[in-house]
Nanobody, 125 residues
Framework: QVQLVESGGGLVQAGDSLRLSCAAS?????????MGWFRQAPGKEREFVAA????????AYADSLKGRFTISRDNVKNTLLLQMNSLKPEDTAVYYC?????????????????WGQGTQVTVSS
């Protein structure tokens, strides 16, 4: 019911920055959904990156990413953002936007009801 489309990925060098976007449509109003970013590197499990409450009052980050990545949202434009700074080769992964049918944060992928198709981020040495 909710459609999510990620964009902004690409090939960058270590130390560069990228800003990922996720456009949401359908379902209830965007402001009803807590949102999250997850990523999956080749041969590895999907892992939590960041999440934000429906009203942007609170955020959560994977401990290893805190300080480099920033999650935000624009509930007028129905857009979720992920600012990624000081990128490292180990950040290389497909990044997924996800919507959760509650207003509160979850760090667990199974708690999210809708997923985008992902956008590839590749960081060279």
């Amino acid at each position: 019911q909710v459609q999510l489309v990620e964009s902004g990925g690409g090939l960058v060098q270590a130390g560069d920055s990228l800003r990922l976007s996720c456009a949401a449509s359908g379902g209830r109003a965007f402001s009803n959904y807590a949102m999250g970013w997850f990523r999956q590197a080749p041969g590895k499990e999907r892992e939590f990156v960041a999440a934000i409450t429906a009203n942007a009052y609170s955020t959560a980050y994977a401990d290893s990413l805190k300080g480099r990545f920033t999650i935000s949202r624009d509930n007028v434009k129905n857009t979720l953002l992920l600012q990624m700074n000081s990128l490292k080769p180990e950040d290389t992964a497909v990044y997924y936007c996800a919507a959760r049918g509650r207003v509160s944060i979850s760090r667990v992928g199974i708690d999210y009801n809708y997923w985008g198709q992902g956008t590839q981020v590749t960081v060279s040495s």
